[in-house]
Each structure stands twice: as C-alpha cells, then as structure tokens.
C-alpha cells in the first residue's frame, strides 16, 4: 500500500527537524519516498530505544499537536469565543454609556467649566478553567501501529482525536453551560413562552423572537441585565449590529420550526429574520460521570450578541513524559480558558417558565420616610440576591395612617391617610424586611 503523500509530508517533517536539531533519528531513519515500505520506516525506530524515544517525543509536537482539523468534533459554538486573553487570570470588560444631550443656553457660561463624568461600568471576568487532557501509550501498542502505513496513519489520528475530541467536547458543553448557569442564577433576560409544539404557538415564537432581534439593534436597556443584578449607576443603554445577533435553539424545537414554521419563508435568507442561528443539543449540565446536575429543559433557547459570551483562551500547550517504570509515554493536553457571560450586552433567553432564586435577605433603601396626608411616595427594596425571582408582597402595619400599593416586586407605593406613623412590611416566606413611615400633616 502506497504511503499517503500527507503522512509521508508530516513524518518526513520529523525527520528534518532531527536534522537542524542534529539529533539522532535522523542518522538511523531514512527519508520517506512514495514507494517506501513500512519495514523500512519502523524497524530503526523500533530497533533503537533512543530513536523511538525520539519519534515519540517529536511526533506530538510536530504532528498531533498541529494536525487538529482530523476527524474531530465540529464545535458549533465555536464561532462564539473571543481572542486570546493576555497573561494574567482576571480580564476586564469596560462598557460607557452614551453621552447625555443638554439643553443649549447661550447664558450658560459656568457650563464651560464643569465636569461631565463619564458614566464607566466595568466588569471583571476571571479564568476559570484550566484542563488536562492525558492519553498513555505503551510500546505494544506502538508496535501494532508499525505493521501498514494505514495503521500507522490510524494511530496518529486516533491519538489525536482521543485528546483534541475531550477538549472541544467540553467547550461545547461548557459554552452552553454558560445559558444554562445565567438562566438559573436569574443573571439575565428570561422571556416566559408557552413551549412551541403546535403551530401556532411556534408562529408566536419566532414572532417574539423576529421582534427581539429588531429591538436588539436600538439602544435600548431592555436586554441587558446590569440593572436585573443590582448594577450601579444608569441603566445600561446599548444596542447590536444584527450580524452580531446569534439565536440559539434546541434542536426539537429547531427541527419543528424549520418544518412548520421557516419552511415557509421560501427564499428568504433565516439569517436576515433571526440572526445567526445555532442548533444545539440541549441545555442541561452533567457532572464528569454523565450525572444530571441541572435540567434545562425549561430553556427554549436565547437571542443575544455574541459579545454576551466571554469566553477567552489563555493557552493550549502539549507536554509529553517517558515512564521508565512501565515503558509507557504519557500525552497532556493542557487548555486554560475563561468561561463568563457579560452583564452589558443583549441577551434574552426563552424558557417556559422563570429560574429559582430565592430571597435571603431585604431590606428598605430609605431609612426615614416621610409622607404628607394625601400624598404619595415610592419606597425602594433592596435584596440578597439582587436578581432574586421570590415573590414579594408589602403591608402596612396601621392603615388607618398609611395604605401601601405594589408596584413591582422591589416598589411600593405608600400613601399618606392621618397624620401618624405606619411600620411598613416585605414579606417572602420567612424573610422580611421593615421601614417606618411618618405621615405628616398637610399644611
């Protein structure tokens, strides 16, 4: 059997750089011709334990390392990482907010001299994944590789895939990871939908979405969740191109779509209605051993920029070691990365129902109100954690002095009836928190 030209490519490599190396496996292993049979190739590696030391030190480096486009996991979420992230384990992330137009006043002369403060969020996102990929090969099964050119062909992809196939599996699961681990932690956008399994309700649904992906593209505060976590300042006001706009969607969902829904848009490019569109398998979590740790079944899919997904590489590095106590080499593949989500830029993730996150503590941000008889004020509720989803309701201990009205789940309206005081209470489950308002007379 003829060698194949990019094998023989690839190990003649080896060889020259043994020659500018000047290093042994050259002298002993001769330069691979198209007609060269394996015997000629294996036996001086296999005849000489420093020359097979050698081939398999160097095999890592100048051909499993490098050949990373065989037969590997096409990692559909690929298209979602960043650029390397520099030395260092913490990146920053800087969002300002558009500047504020004023009103022009030709009188206005103590304006040239004021300072107007940019309005700086920043965000830290940290490197919080650092892996290893180990593959062992012993020398019998180094030798079953010598007896073609295709089996030797069939061990370097096998090495190859046995590491390189580990990582990208876990940057897929882990990008995705991402939707999931926001979604429950209730640290983005959540739009409640009915599931999509009828016609009409998936017609509803690429509705919402196809409206979602228009919005996106205005400056708006409505798809990012700076606010939703409790985020200082002004709201976050922000908007994407729509070649930046990606729509992830589980693949039943998608499948049913695309039959009952998207088949019907004939010629029109899906891409121009919803952004870039990535199937994905699922949005649960499994640990190391395939047990469930978080059910996603709840999450539809999410519309976001992809400049939402963080996610850096630091390094990817390849080391090798001989074990003289058991003649075996041991392969790592060393992957450092950075998995994190960004707090500024749109994204809304579609899920049938909302996450969990119960409230631990609140408490009242003004700590003396007032209120005159007929009037109104607002009182605003702090809570741990910000993004809580616990439902929250307010009373007031005296009404007979003040009435109070939800507004949202962290407002309530408090209305001034007779001159008193009223103790006023947020109440969820066991957690409370309290505030005293003084209804003052009206003059």
Known sequence: MAIPEGLRTSLNSIRETSIQNNTLYHRYVPEILPTSDIGSFASPILDNPNVMNEFMNVLVQRIVYTQVDIKLFNNPLRVLEGDRIPLGSIGQEIFINPARGRRFNVDDFAGLLAKYEADIKVQYHHLNSDLQYCVTITRAKLKDAFVSWSTLENF???????????????????????????????????????????????????????????????????????????????????????????????????????????????????????????????FNEYDNEGTLIFDGSNIVGMIADKSWFRIKEQETTMDEFYNANNRTWQYYLNVVRMYSYSLFANAVVFATALPSVPVTEMSFEETAPKVTVGNKILLKLATTPAQTTS?????????????????????????????????????????????????????
């Open 156 to 282: 370097i992809d096998g090495l190859t895939q046995s590491l390189y196939n580990g990582a990208y599996i876990d940057q897929y699961n882990m990008t995705k990871g991402l939707v999931s681990s926001a979604y429950a932690s209730n640290q983005v956008r959540v739009e409640v939908i009915s599931n999509p399994n009828t016609e009409a309700l998936a017609k509803e649904f690429i509705t919402k979405a196809r409206t979602m992906f228009l919005n996106m593209q205005t400056p708006t505060p409505n798809f990012n969740a700076w606010r939703q976590v409790g985020g200082y300042g002004r709201d976050i006001l922000t908007w994407s191109n729509p070649e930046d706009i990606v729509f992830l969607v589980r693949n039943d969902i998608g499948a049913y779509l695309d039959v009952n829904v998207l088949a019907q848009t004939f010629n029109i490019d899906r891409s121009v209605l919803l952004g870039n569109i990535i199937y994905v398998n699922d």
């Open 391 to 443: 439902e929250i309701t307010f009373t007031s201990g005296t009404t007979a002095n003040a009435t109070v009205r939800k507004v949202d789940n962290k407002t309530v309206e408090v209305t001034g009836v007779k001159a008193g005081t009223s103790v006023i209470t947020a109440t969820s489950g066991n957690v409370t928190g309290t505030v005293t308002v003084t209804v003052e007379a009206a003059e």
